[in-house]
Nanobody, 126 residues
Framework: QVQLVESGGGLVQAGGSLRLSCAASGRTFSNYAMGWFRQAPGKEREFVAAISRSGIATYFADSVKGRFTVSRDNAKNTVALEMNSLKPDDTAVYYC???????????????????WGRGTLVTVSS
């Protein structure tokens, strides 16, 4: 029902910034809660950020609070993750995630994920 394609990954120096984008297919993007997860080599996938279907409510993992922001443009069917003050520990494959939302309180963090993107690699060098 929804296809997600990430872009914007690459190599960046520690302390730098990077913007990831996720493009979604379909005409019902505004009905999905969205978010981002990441998986570092040898580690399990972990939650990074979530945004409600309206874009008003956001939530972040403690490890990225104050450094990352998440936003969405429902007219363009996109969600973005702005990453600032990047650290080597941020190195991971970043995945876009979507969950069908029945209200603006639905979240990919507390409510689970219905659809995943294929991921984009972010490498932060020291």
């Amino acid at each position: 029902q929804v296809q997600l394609v990430e872009s914007g990954g690459g190599l960046v120096q520690a302390g730098g910034s990077l913007r990831l984008s996720c493009a979604a297919s379909g005409r019902t993007f505004s009905n999905y809660a969205m978010g981002w997860f990441r998986q570092a080599p040898g580690k399990e996938r972990e939650f990074v950020a979530a945004i409600s279907r309206s874009g008003i409510a956001t939530y972040f993992a403690d490890s990225v609070k104050g450094r990352f922001t998440v936003s969405r443009d429902n007219a363009k069917n996109t969600v973005a993750l702005e990453m600032n003050s990047l650290k080597p520990d941020d190195t991971a494959v970043y995945y876009c995630a979507a969950r069908w939302a029945t209200s603006d309180y639905s979240s990919v963090y507390t409510g689970g994920v219905d659809f995943w993107g294929r991921g984009t690699l972010v490498t932060v060098s020291s």
